[in-house]
């Protein structure tokens, strides 16, 4: 008798215990996990991301949750998971974004809660749409240095072609003016380690560092190369009109609340600044040199704003801008197409979404990816179509409905309207000072990338002549 009656309330415990987990999962999205415990789906799902979301949503409807080396992400896709995802007081960006910062930027928890906010509204300010007619002149000015460099004609890869535009004109135009490499061994060096960095950034973001050799290697030259170039960053400010660049103004906050992450937050901006805007240009150009008549219609816009091509360099205003919205289009399109593969958002509070609750802890997952390809909101989700863009309200700064290549809501990315204009601006100049053609078809687009747009998967060299 005294054996049995600890034994009963044991397994009696063992029921409630059983009865409890059974409601609890029965009260959750669908959860798909692997046999391998911890482990959980991450072989299957890291083997291409993008494919097993849209497999998993046909099968197990508009909410699942795929559990991954330890963390539960609960995907949304439709309506009502959106709506919470975007606009629910109960989920948070900073929480979500903060592992990954710590892994990828060494920037311990505390620092990061302490000066997000703040950084984040000086980069909104000085990155928005009233503040962008300042980069105008200086984006010109840098991108057309860049294009003496490509002589009269000349083939390249098109993706090695935009890195040499890009890198070194948001370096010096979000940096300092000549921060940029000049140095041929140098500059080849920033390339490397960039495209290191940039590569492993998604495992970098999720991985200790210790198993990425090469990975953790890239990271320690950026952080050393911004610790070398802080001090010069901050003592120079512009020549013409004595104003601050992006970095010089987050500096000022930085330093007010600790010394030492400077060179830290140097990386991220790095990153952010150039991880999207430049896969982006890559799409944009070929999506257009690989459609005749649009390319065909972009140059006599071009032509019509500019005139012909001459050895001169020219000068591009605002009002030239406007002049020339399909280019616009065509970038959105691009980033429509190539959108990031997920965002996300940490649940603080446990969020109903249809029948189901979301448990706190869980990461709330919205792929823009995938939203794109909505019929509901954009008809032939598939076709690259930059005319869909003449129904946004783009003078007063609104994308489509169901856009959200950007993010949304409080943290929406801070760059998107100077990542649209270095973009534009790119464009604009390569076609002015050169025909282009591309020698191969454009390549696949890879599901690898859960973090930020899409990469090409393939190499795509482009033929570029000096017009006359
Ligand atoms: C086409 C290019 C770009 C795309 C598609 C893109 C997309 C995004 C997305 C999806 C987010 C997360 C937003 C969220 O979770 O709601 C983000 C954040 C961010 N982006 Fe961009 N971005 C681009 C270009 C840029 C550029 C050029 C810069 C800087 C000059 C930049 C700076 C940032 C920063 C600093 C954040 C983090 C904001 C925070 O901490 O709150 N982005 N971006």
Redesign the pocket.
Known sequence: MELIFPSVIIILACVALLLFLRWKNLSGPPCIGGWIPWIGAAFEFGKAPLEFIEKARIKYGPIFTVFAVGTRMTFVTEEEGIDVFLKSKEVN??L??QDP?YRTASIPKNVFLTL?EK??IL?KGK?GTFNLCHFTGQLAEELQEQLENLGTHGTRDLTILVRHLLYPV?VNT?FKKGLFPTNKKKITEFYQQFQTYDEGFEYGSQMPECLLRNWSKSKRWFLAFFEKNIPVIKAKKSEKDNSMT?MQVLLDTIDMETNERSPNYGL??LW??????V??AFWTLGFILSQPSLYKAIMEGISSVFGAAGKDKIKVSEDDLKKLPLIKWC?LET?RL???GA???KVMKPVKILDFTVPSGDLLMLS?FWLHRNPKYFPEPELFKPERWKEANLEKHAFLDGF?????????????W???L??EMCIILLFYYYDCSLLDPLPKQSSLHLV??QQPEGRCRIEYRQRK
């Open positions: 960006f900073e979500a974004v910062v997000h950084l984040y980069m990155m948001s979000l992006l991220l901006l952010a600044s150039l991880s999207n805007a896969p982006i970038i980033i190539r959108a990031p965002i996300t958002r823009p959200v290549a950007f993010g949304s809501g409080k943290y929406q990315c801070p760059g998107r100077f990542a649209m270095e973009i930020g747009v």
